[in-house]
């Protein structure tokens, strides 16, 4: 039985509905195949990957994630302006368009759009739900040992993983 327990290592697939305080539905599975992650690396909220662990298939559970141990305190800071011209010139910007910037160091992050002129795009590196206090409803649905390939992609593959 111990193969169905979510430990590190496993390709977990969950079914879940992201709330705010508010209620409102941010982000669901409804509709899609279970979501599938490699647990213990990183791929959801660390608040979250927390909860889910040592629980197994078929159990439910309804996860309060604070804002440090999900998406990060908003930083005001992380309002940037950038160029126009720094954009290729086929981009047309909507709000809330995400792209991965190189940031002091030669790294990357990822930052989305908040306003745009001609001249200008206002820039936000903080994640949209920064800030945000998050209530996970989560269904585990499938546990089993990750491959070796996933492992080392620090992924699962596959319905409901990275298709590559
Ligand atoms: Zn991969």
């Known amino acids: 039985m111990s193969n169905e327990q979510v430990t590190a290592g496993k390709a977990v697939g969950i079914h879940f509905t992201l709330k705010l305080c508010d209620g409102k539905v941010v982000d669901s599975s409804e509709g899609q195949d279970p979501m599938l992650y490699l647990h213990g690396q990183g ?27 999900g998406y990060g305190i908003r930083n005001e800071a992380g309002m940037t302006e950038v160029p126009r011209t720094d954009f ?26 908040v306003d745009f002129t001609d001249e200008t795009v206002m ?13 996970f409803e989560v269904e585990i649905c499938s546990v089993r040992d990750a491959t070796q390939e996933e492992l ?5 593959h596959g319905a409901g993983g990275h298709e590559h």
Do not use: S, T, Y
């Open 43 to 69: 791929n959801i909220v660390p608040g979250l990957e927390e909860q889910l662990d040592g629980k197994a298939v078929g159990d439910k559970i309804n996860a309060d994630v604070d804002p440090e141990q």
């Open 88 to 113: 290729p010139d086929d981009v047309k910007f909507v709000k809330g368009m995400k792209f991965v910037f190189e940031v002091e160091g030669g790294e990357v992050a990822p930052g989305w759009v």
């Open 123 to 135: 820039i936000d590196l903080n994640h949209p739900l920064a800030g945000e206090h998050l209530h």
């Open 152 to 156: 080392k992609h620090g992924h699962p």
